[in-house]
């Protein structure tokens, strides 16, 4: 019977990732590959079964002859208990431990599981099976109240707070460990800093701010979408006064008042740059079976949307196609290895209470960016000027995170004429042109455990200025960041997670300061970018 219903499953799974190749569908296929991997497993469960059945003593033998099947049946049922005893006991009575709490958990479960099937292999009495039931319940409440304690210790000699923040991806508020009652601008140094208005949007509220020098609010965006309680990705504000918010399940744009001009129902993401005739750039990513040389892998699919002012679309560009060439093949294990975490009995308990709440959850948790993001596009910028040997007129600037690589894309024919920066570097966001024709970069440092602004000659590819901080781990946001380069010199730069804007001379001398006024507890809400505008149109807008 059992054999019947594995050889069954393995069918579902091939004809499930048949079905998803053959669509393109990624949530069909990673269904069948799921359940392609629970029946070889099942599979060797049963080979498992088969090879205990030989060391069985002969009494046991004779008591089983003819019964077998009943045989398999149990170690079957013993496996599944134990995959689905680890991930309650761990995620309900332990609250998933780390160390060795988790280990002896694990240890325990096993050892009762195998004497839980010896039992009824060996057909003992019921008092047997109670008695050894309550043995291990009150273990594993004693191990949860021993797993509480440790907890708090924990809370006081924290992990690694960098390797904390990398499990945590992208995040809209950080814990603030100095400085909490910093809150508006800290610092301003009126003769070295650029004038101007700072424009931004806090990661957790629906809001978007025009602020003076001295932090005071000039102007305030405010729209609530779809009860989400943030925008959290972007806001780009038009010359017009207008606003752009490219919120990861729609676009949409607002008026100067905060009305609702157009909503797009797309994946926009990361940015939005806005065309000389009014035309929208924005990066948008969709799940999607892709394919690399003819492997079959569900990512996160980048594409470029161009939309006319009015919202309509124009153009889209398929950017993986243009990059899967440059793909390690390291980077395409990725996915499969997320699909196999999704094994892991927590976090199948975690998808199957998503699916049951009928949560729209469950799909980000199957496709989540952790996993499927192979190239992760954050960053778009329209070239104004033509620069033999770097871009011309037109051509796109793009940033693509999880390959440390940015390029110039040709868009007539939709390819890369220029690229750099795998090996030199971590996880970059925003690179952005200047008018001395070189590019601004913020290398995040995912890896290196500090930030710090580059500033490369796109010609002969060399690095010619740098900041870090003094020591160098004091400036670092493991993820987003932007920075701009203002009209007297000076670089102006956000330090994301930190929810923090600083603006610093040629030399690194820090001139303005402001930290995010959101703020609960002991933590602040990130900035992902501030951008300062000297725009007289902007200005007059003010004035009316």
Same mark, same amino acid.
């Given at each position: 019977?059992?054999k019947?219903?594995?050889?069954?499953?393995?069918?579902?799974?091939?004809?499930?990732?048949?079905?998803?190749?053959?669509? +393109?569908?990624?949530?069909?296929?990673?269904l069948?590959?799921?359940?392609? $991997?629970?029946?070889?497993?099942?599979?060797?469960?049963?080979?498992?079964?088969?090879?205990?059945?030989?060391?069985?003593?002969?009494?046991?033998?004779?008591?089983?002859k003819?019964k077998?099947?009943?045989?398999?049946?149990?170690?079957?049922?013993?496996?599944?208990?134990?995959?689905?005893?680890?991930?309650?006991?761990?995620?309900?009575?332990?609250?998933?431990?780390?160390?060795?709490?988790?280990?002896? =958990?694990n240890?325990?479960?096993?050892?009762?599981?195998?004497?839980?099937?010896?039992?009824?292999? +060996?057909?003992?009495?019921?008092?047997?099976?109670?008695?050894?039931?309550?043995?291990?319940?009150?273990?594993?409440?004693?191990l949860?109240? $021993?797993?509480?304690?440790?907890?708090?210790?924990?809370?006081?000699?924290?992990?690694?707070?960098?390797?904390?923040?990398?499990s945590?991806?992208?995040?809209?508020?950080?814990?603030?460990?100095?400085?909490?009652?910093?809150?508006?601008?800290?610092?301003?140094? +009126?003769?070295?800093?650029?004038?101007?208005?700072?424009?931004?949007?806090?990661?957790?509220?629906?809001?978007?701010y !025009?602020?003076?020098?001295?932090?005071?609010?000039? #102007?305030k965006?405010?729209?609530?979408?779809?009860?989400?309680?943030?925008?959290?990705?972007?806001?780009e504000?038009c010359?017009?006064?207008?606003l752009?918010?490219?919120?990861?399940?729609?676009?949409?744009?607002?008026?100067?008042?905060?009305?609702?001009?157009?909503?797009?129902?797309?994946?926009?993401?990361?940015?939005?740059?806005?065309?000389?005739? =009014?035309?929208?750039? $924005?990066?948008?990513?969709?799940?999607?079976?892709?394919?690399? #040389?003819?492997?079959?892998?569900?990512?996160?699919?980048?594409?470029?949307?161009?939309?006319?002012?009015?919202?309509?679309?124009?153009?889209k560009?398929?950017?993986?196609?243009? $990059?899967?060439?440059?793909?390690?093949?390291?980077?395409?294990?990725?996915?499969?290895?997320?699909i196999l975490?999704?094994?892991?009995?927590?976090?199948?308990?975690?998808?199957?209470?998503?699916?049951?709440?009928?949560?729209?959850l469950?799909?980000s948790?199957?496709?989540?960016?952790t996993?499927?993001?192979?190239?992760?596009?954050?960053?778009?910028?329209i070239?104004d000027?033509?620069?033999?040997?770097?871009?011309?007129?037109?051509?796109?600037?793009?940033?693509?995170?999880? !390959?440390?690589l940015?390029?110039?894309?040709?868009t007539?024919?939709?390819?890369?004429?220029?690229?750099? =920066?795998?090996?030199?570097?971590?996880?970059?966001?925003h690179?952005?042109?200047?008018?001395?024709?070189?590019?601004?970069?913020?290398?995040?440092?995912?890896?290196?455990?500090?930030?710090?602004?580059?500033?490369?000659?796109?010609?002969?590819?060399k690095?010619?200025?740098?900041?870090?901080?003094?020591?160098?781990?004091?400036?670092?946001?493991?993820?987003?960041?932007?920075?701009?380069?203002?009209?007297?010199?000076?670089?102006?730069?956000a330090?994301?997670?930190?929810?923090?804007?600083?603006?610093?001379?040629?030399?690194?001398?820090?001139?303005?300061?402001?930290?995010?006024?959101?703020?609960?507890?002991?933590?602040?809400?990130?900035?992902?970018?501030?951008?300062r505008?000297?725009?007289?149109?902007?200005?007059?807008?003010?004035?009316?």
């Amino acid at each position: 019977m059992i054999k019947r219903v594995v050889f069954g499953l393995f069918v579902l799974a091939v004809l499930g990732c048949v079905a998803g190749i053959a669509t +393109r569908n990624a949530y069909v296929y990673i269904l069948g590959f799921m359940i392609l $991997v629970g029946a070889i497993f099942s599979g060797l469960l049963i080979s498992a079964a088969n090879l205990i059945w030989r060391l069985l003593p002969g009494n046991l033998k004779r008591a089983y002859k003819g019964k077998q099947g009943r045989f398999n049946a149990i170690i079957f049922f013993s496996a599944v208990l134990f995959y689905v005893a680890v991930g309650v006991i761990n995620g309900v009575c332990l609250l998933y431990p780390s160390g060795y709490i988790s280990l002896l =958990g694990n240890t325990t479960t096993f050892v009762f599981v195998v004497f839980f099937g010896w039992s009824l292999i +060996r057909r003992s009495k019921g008092k047997t099976i109670v008695a050894g039931s309550v043995v291990f319940i009150l273990f594993i409440a004693s191990l949860s109240f $021993v797993n509480s304690i440790t907890l708090k210790s924990e809370r006081i000699a924290e992990v690694n707070p960098t390797e904390k923040l990398k499990s945590l991806g992208y995040v809209s508020w950080s814990a603030v460990e100095e400085n909490i009652e910093k809150t508006g601008v800290t610092l301003y140094d +009126r003769e070295l800093a650029s004038d101007g208005l700072n424009f931004y949007s806090s990661q957790i509220s629906p809001e978007a701010y !025009l602020r003076d020098m001295h932090g005071n609010i000039l #102007h305030k965006w405010a729209k609530k979408v779809e009860g989400r309680s943030g925008w959290h990705v972007h806001a780009e504000l038009c010359e017009n006064g207008d606003l752009v918010v490219a919120a990861n399940t729609y676009l949409i744009r607002l008026d100067w008042s905060s009305n609702i001009k157009w909503k797009k129902r797309i994946r926009a993401h990361h940015d939005v740059a806005i065309g000389k005739n =009014g035309d929208l750039y $924005v990066p948008v990513f969709e799940h999607k079976l892709a394919f690399w #040389h003819g492997i079959p892998v569900p990512i996160v699919y980048d594409n470029i949307v161009v939309l006319s002012s009015e919202g309509k679309i124009k153009k889209k560009v398929c950017v993986y196609e243009m $990059v899967k060439d440059r793909i390690p093949l390291f980077e395409i294990t990725k996915p499969y290895i997320g699909i196999l975490k999704l094994l892991k009995p927590k976090n199948m308990l975690l998808l199957c209470k998503n699916i049951f709440i009928f949560s729209r959850l469950s799909t980000s948790f199957i496709l989540g960016e952790t996993h499927f993001s192979i190239t992760h596009l954050n960053s778009i910028e329209i070239m104004d000027r033509n620069i033999e040997g770097f871009c011309s007129k037109g051509d796109w600037l793009i940033s693509m995170r999880e !390959l440390d690589l940015i390029g110039i894309v040709d868009t007539k024919n939709e390819k890369f004429t220029w690229s750099w =920066g795998p090996g030199k570097l971590d996880r970059q966001h925003h690179p952005t042109l200047l008018q001395n024709g070189n590019v601004l970069i913020f290398d995040n440092g995912w890896h290196r455990g500090f930030s710090r602004i580059v500033e490369l000659n796109p010609l002969t590819k060399k690095i010619v200025w740098e900041y870090k901080s003094d020591p160098p781990q004091q400036f670092f946001t493991i993820d987003r960041g932007g920075n701009q380069r203002l009209p007297n010199g000076n670089t102006l730069i956000a330090q994301s997670e930190k929810g923090r804007v600083f603006e610093i001379t040629k030399d690194g001398k820090v001139v303005w300061e402001f930290y995010n006024p959101d703020v609960r507890k002991k933590e602040r809400a990130a900035i992902y970018r501030m951008m300062r505008t000297t725009n007289p149109k902007i200005y007059k807008l003010l004035k009316m």
